[in-house]
């Protein structure tokens, strides 16, 4: 029986894919800034899921609920509906950072955005 040898990823793609982890990494440090929480909150496992609660206005204890598969992703999507309300954004737009992260985490952090705090 002969093993398949499994090529490295080219240099080019890991070049942009580590671009595209330094700009999220960089927009989401913004976005803990712009809430008047430390950036650095955001590379921190588990206490950045904290210091996005408190951003969103959900109560601490459902960090308990990301634990819980299928649960975790409806609790992700209600997080970031509350971050974008928290940042004067409506649903579709915490609905586009749930799913659509890379995409609208930077919108967030390097548009107009101004934290107004937990809405309602």
Known sequence: MQMQQVEAPSPIAMVIGLAFIVILIAALWKVFTKAG???????VPFYNIIVLLKISG?????????????????IAILVSIGLA??????????????LLGFIFYPILAFGD?????PQG
């Not at 959900?58 to 409806?74: D, Q, R």
């Not at 954004?89 to 915490?94: I, L």
């Not at 955005?113 to 705090?117: H, N």
């Open 113 to 117: 955005a101004r934290y107004q705090g």
């Open 58 to 74: 959900k109560p601490l204890w459902w960090i308990i609920l990301f634990i819980i598969p299928f649960v975790n992703f409806i």
């Open 37 to 43: 929480e430390p950036g650095w909150a955001c590379l």
């Open 85 to 98: 309300k928290s940042f004067g954004k409506g649903a579709g737009f915490g609905i586009g950072l749930a």
